[in-house]
């Protein structure tokens, strides 16, 4: 263990990814880093002065404190050379130095990993289709990937976990960081990864720097939606030079949104509609963990709903069988069990908020967030902008 407290250091040392790689590629680990002669720091590729500076201090203070609340966030530390780091992200260029884990890192040589990207500025398309995928990776047995950024990353969180899959989620901050639901839901049914020790101040170039770890991590990439020129597009860019697969979802000619994923398509990506599209391609990699498993019934939803509306009942005086209206209501909601049927109690007629829904249900908010997705899917439920919900059934 007292090699650790070098590994920390060099990962805490405030130096780009780059110069980190260029350093190991020329003392090998980080022990022999810190115990180079003097001048040894000249002249390395990628290395800046400043930043050469502060390996000259070898101050292994902070290393310490680190490793204190690490274990006092129950953080796992994984170094270059420990036996559990996972061994393809080994070989991208500049891998990170230590890996920060919070829940179980699944074992990604016996379990498909596939990244799920889109844009922030996505339709309710792309929503509902990010959903979809995801949860049918899960249910063939892959593993999902996400940044976990607002809109189809977080649906394609919460639809893998809601299937029953396991999820790995990639920060661009420290643990203590985040602090959203979704992120301690991703640590519950996976793993939290963060290459930023305890302490580190966030930068604005981490978040671009994330994407290599969460390329690295997959085996192959899957892009909802993307504009012509997005984050998600650099994202490729860098899963393409790692020589990952990549997946792409067909969206309408003339949608501005879709004009980066129908690029792709035209350059190479394979276009998929379904989950097992994707998973078929590595099932001979995987033969004992994948399998494949249909997807649950779409129908096209337009683009002010991200699910197929369930058939609403008919407006009808009251004395126009009232019983019969009685029985298609509850023969839409029969399939729903009672935390399901709380939540959709819960949503008035007009659009509800989020916060609102976890208030009224008194439910905890990965529950609701879960169930939400679910219901979304199924199509009982549509999701706004905003973060407002509504139903997409008649409530008597």
């Not at 350059?267 to 998929?272: D, F, H, I, P, T």
């Amino acid at each position: 263990m007292a090699a650790l407290q070098y590994w920390l250091w060099l990962s805490s040392a405030g130096l780009s990814p780059r110069a980190k790689a260029a350093l190991l590629a020329r003392f090998g680990d980080a022990e022999a880093l810190f115990h180079a002669p003097e001048g040894a720091f000249e002249g390395i590729p990628g290395l800046s002065r400043a930043e050469a500076a502060v390996l000259k201090k070898r101050d292994l203070s902070l290393a310490a404190e680190i490793r204190e609340e690490c274990e006092r966030q129950e953080i796992r530390i994984l170094t270059l050379q420990d036996a559990a780091y996972p061994p393809r992200l080994k070989h991208i260029f500049s891998p990170p130095v230590v890996l920060y884990v919070k829940g179980q890192l699944p074992v990604l040589e016996k379990n498909a990993p596939i990244a799920v990207i889109g844009t922030r500025h996505h339709s309710a398309y792309g929503l509902r289709m990010g959903a979809a995928l995801a949860a049918e990776i899960a249910q063939c047995g892959g593993v999902v990937i996400s940044l976990l950024t607002s809109g189809i990353e977080q649906e394609a969180a919460r639809a893998a976990m809601s299937a029953g899959g396991a999820c790995i989620g990639v920060l661009g901050t420290p643990h203590e960081q985040e602090g959203r639901q979704l992120a301690a839901d991703v640590a519950a049914h996976g793993a939290l990864v963060s290459e930023y020790p305890p302490f580190t101040r966030t930068l604005r170039e981490f978040f671009r720097d994330r994407n290599r770890i969460a390329s690295g991590l997959s085996a192959g990439v899957l892009v909802v939606e993307a504009p012509e020129k997005s984050g998600t597009q650099l994202f490729v860019a860098e899963a393409a030079e790692q020589g990952k697969e990549i997946f792409a979802v067909p969206g309408n000619a003339d949608a501005a949104g879709s004009a980066g994923t129908l690029r792709m398509i035209q350059e190479g990506a394979k276009l998929v509609t379904s989950g097992w599209e994707i998973m078929s391609e590595f099932q001979p990699l995987y033969p004992e963990t994948l399998h494949y498993a249909p997807p649950a019934p779409r129908q096209p939803a337009g683009e002010e709903s991200t699910a197929a509306p369930v058939k609403a009942v008919a407006e009808k005086p009251a004395v126009d069988k009232p019983a019969k209206e009685d029985y298609d209501l509850k023969s839409q909601l029969a399939g729903l069990n009672e935390t399901q049927l709380r939540i959709v109690a819960a949503i008035d007629s007009e659009a509800k908020h989020i916060d609102d829904i976890i208030e009224e249900t008194e439910l905890p908010a990965g529950t609701v967030l879960s169930q939400l997705t679910l219901l979304e899917i199924k199509g009982f439920v549509r999701h706004g902008p905003g973060q407002r919900f509504s139903l997409n059934i008649r409530k008597k």
